[in-house]
């Protein structure tokens, strides 16, 4: 019994690593093809979000935020995405990089990691 429980820590922390890896390859994809749907599907429950030229709106619901993004990625044709830096701390992870479309925006996001998903729990866009 004692060996088992290093190993089943062992094993679930490599489990965690890897789908923290591959979540975070499928959420940057998704803004590297300027796909908002597939992006809009790590925010999390509630959401932090800053857009520009607008105040900064706390614990916004998923539904409104999607709604927001959708909205900013057609109106401002974001096709691409160039990421600058990417950090990880613990359970968290940051994202900066450029969205391109018709005016290009500098991004944000702050990802936090559980047992079974990553979330966006807040993000800033801005010139």
């Not at 619901?61 to 900013?72: G, H, I, V």
């Not at 944000?108 to 079974?116: E, F, G, L, N, R």
């Amino acid at each position: 019994m004692k060996k088992i429980l290093p190993l089943l820590l062992i094993g679930f922390s490599l489990m965690s690593f890897t789908l923290f890896q591959s979540g975070r390859e499928e959420m940057i994809t998704a803004l590297k093809q300027g796909n908002a749907e597939q992006f809009i599907k790590y925010l999390d429950n509630t959401i932090d979000i800053k857009m520009p030229d607008s105040d900064e709106m706390k614990g916004v619901q998923k539904t409104e935020a999607a709604n927001t993004l959708r909205s900013f990625f057609a109106d401002n044709g974001i096709t691409k995405f160039d990421v600058t830096s990417q950090r990880e701390l613990g359970g968290t992870m940051y994202v900066t990089g450029k969205l391109i479309g018709t005016t290009d925006y500098n991004l944000t996001a702050m990802i936090k990691s559980s047992p079974d998903k990553l979330s966006i729990i807040t993000l800033r866009v801005n010139k």
